[in-house]
C-alpha cells in the first residue's frame, strides 16, 4: 500500500507569509496526526483527527496555525502569518482505529525554514 | 503517557546484537511499550510493540519484565544501515505518540 505523502518536502518562506502543508494518509486510516520538530527539540504533537473532526488540538502552539482535514481524506496545516519560530520539520502521521494497538505511519515530514 | 528514560548514545560494530533499555517507571496500566527507529531525513517508523514478557518479530525483540518498569529492546547483528535514532514511548489506542529525546545508535565497520 502507499504510504503517507506530504507536500511540499521543503518550504522557504519569510516571516509574515502564509504555507500550507499538505498531507495524505494511508487509504483507510481514519486517524491522521500532525507533529513537528523545531531545531534542537524533540517531536511535538500538534493535533489528532478522527475521519474529518479534531480529536485533539491541544498541541496547536497558537492561533496562527489551522488544520483542516475535509472529507476525511488528505489534511492541511496552515500558518499565517509564519514567525521565525515556526522553522522546523512537520510531520504528518496516520493510523487505523484500534482499542491497544497504536502503529502509527509517518510520513517523510515536511522541512519549513522561515526567514 | 508514561515519561521514558533511554541512554541518549550508543556505538557498536557491525554483526554485534545490541540491546537499549529504556526505563518507564510510571507507565500506564493500559499502555503498550512501542518502540519507533528515525532514519535522517525521514519520519519515525515503528518497530515493535508490547505490553509484557517478550515480543520478536523481524526486525527485533522486546523484552518486557513484570513490572513493566523498563523494557529492552533488543538487536541482532546490527548491520551500518541500523544506524538510526531509536525512540521509546508509552502508548494506547489512537492517542498521540510523545516522543523524547531517543537513543542515537551508530554502527561502525
Known amino acids: 500500500e502507499a504510504g503517507v505523502t506530504q507536500f511540499p518536502s521543503h518550504s522557504v518562506i519569510e516571516k509574515g507569509q502564509t504555507v500550507t502543508l499538505r498531507c495524505d494518509p494511508i487509504s483507510g486510516h481514519d486517524n491522521l496526526y500532525w507533529y513537528r520538530r523545531v531545531m534542537g527539540k524533540e517531536i511535538k504533537f500538534l493535533l489528532h483527527?478522527?475521519?474529518?473532526?479534531?480529536?485533539?488540538e491541544s498541541g496547536m502552539p497558537n492561533n496562527r496555525f489551522l488544520a483542516e482535514r475535509t472529507g476525511g481524506t488528505y489534511s492541511t496545516l496552515k500558518v499565517q502569518p509564519a514567525e521565525l519560530e515556526d522553522s522546523g520539520v512537520y510531520f504528518c502521521?496516520?493510523?487505523?482505529?484500534?482499542?491497544?494497538?497504536?502503529?502509527?505511519?509517518f510520513g517523510p515530514g515536511t522541512r519549513l525554514t522561515v526567514l | 503517557l508514561a515519561k521514558t528514560t533511554q541512554p541518549i548514545s550508543m556505538d557498536s560494530y557491525e554483526g554485534q546484537e545490541v540491546n537499549i533499555t529504556c526505563s518507564h517507571n510510571?507507565?500506564?496500566?493500559?499502555?503498550?511499550i512501542t518502540w519507533y527507529q528515525q532514519f535522517p531525513s525521514q519520519g519515525p517508523r515503528f518497530i515493535i510493540q508490547?505490553?509484557?514478557t517478550k515480543v520478536t518479530n523481524e526486525v527485533a525483540s522486546l523484552f518486557i519484565p513484570a513490572d513493566r518498569k523498563s523494557s529492552t529492546l533488543s538487536l541482532p547483528r546490527v548491520s551500518l544501515s541500523d544506524t538510526a535514532v531509536y525512540y521509546c514511548?508509552?502508548?494506547?489506542?489512537?492517542?498521540?505518540?510523545?516522543f523524547g529525546k531517543g537513543t542515537r545508535l551508530s554502527v561502525i565497520a
Open positions: 514511548l508509552g502508548s494506547s489506542g489512537n492517542t498521540p505518540l510523545v
Open positions: 502521521a496516520s493510523s487505523r482505529t484500534s482499542v491497544s494497538y497504536n502503529e502509527q505511519f
Open positions: 483527527f478522527v475521519k474529518e473532526s479534531k480529536q485533539d
Open positions: 510510571n507507565i500506564a496500566t493500559n499502555d503498550y
Open positions: 508490547g505490553y509484557k
